[in-house]
């Protein structure tokens, strides 16, 4: 509903210009509309960007530099999201756990050099080591790159605040 200015009758929305006075919508009445029409665009766009935030995790995933450059290898594509068809329970309550996704690529050539395996360490906002995962690969059947999924949790997934990504020579 929208006043209008000359007489101070109330008017539809979708009215272009006053049902009594006929005066059609001041510039500024339009411009007021669209504001407020912006403005509800604006929330909607946060709040699906929000929603959007909360199913990408990935941005908990750490990395270490350091042991993919030991072992030879790279990690890429990671993403992490929420899952949930882990099929762990808490104290009888289903819990859904974190997937996380990625690739390894040998830093030169097509082969491993030694077998490894991708491990995903979560930690709590304590520091505490609270699950641990792998994937291994086997330097024999290697060829190009892998990719891998992994599941952690066990845990209620909100307690899980980071989790460590890295490779490790060996089982
Ligand atoms: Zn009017």
Same mark, same amino acid.
Request: glycine fraction near 14%; aromatic fraction near 0%; charge should be neutral.
């Given at each position: 509903m929208w006043n209008c200015e000359n007489c101070g009758s109330r008017n539809w929305d979708n009215a272009i210009s006053c049902h009594k006075c006929n005066r059609a919508i001041a510039e500024q009445q339009l411009a007021a509309r669209k504001t407020v029409e912006t403005k509800a665009a604006a929330e909607r766009q946060t709040a699906e960007a929000e929603a959007a935030r909360a199913r990408d995790l990935t941005r908990i995933l750490e990395r270490l530099e350091v042991f993919e450059e030991r072992t030879g290898v790279r990690l890429d594509a990671l993403y992490a999201k929420p899952d949930g068809n882990s099929g762990w329970t808490i104290n009888g309550n289903f819990e859904s756990g974190i997937r996380i996704n990625g690739e390894v690529h040998p830093?030169?050539? &097509?082969?491993? &050099?030694k077998s490894l395996k991708v491990v995903a360490d979560a930690y709590d906002d304590l520091g505490r080591l609270i699950c641990t995962t792998d994937h291994f690969f086997n330097a024999e059947t290697f060829f190009g790159f892998a990719t891998f999924s992994l599941l952690v949790g066990g845990v209620p997934t909100k307690q899980i605040t980071k989790i460590r990504i890295y490779p490790k020579v060996g089982w």
């Open positions: 830093r030169e050539g &097509t082969s491993l &050099t």
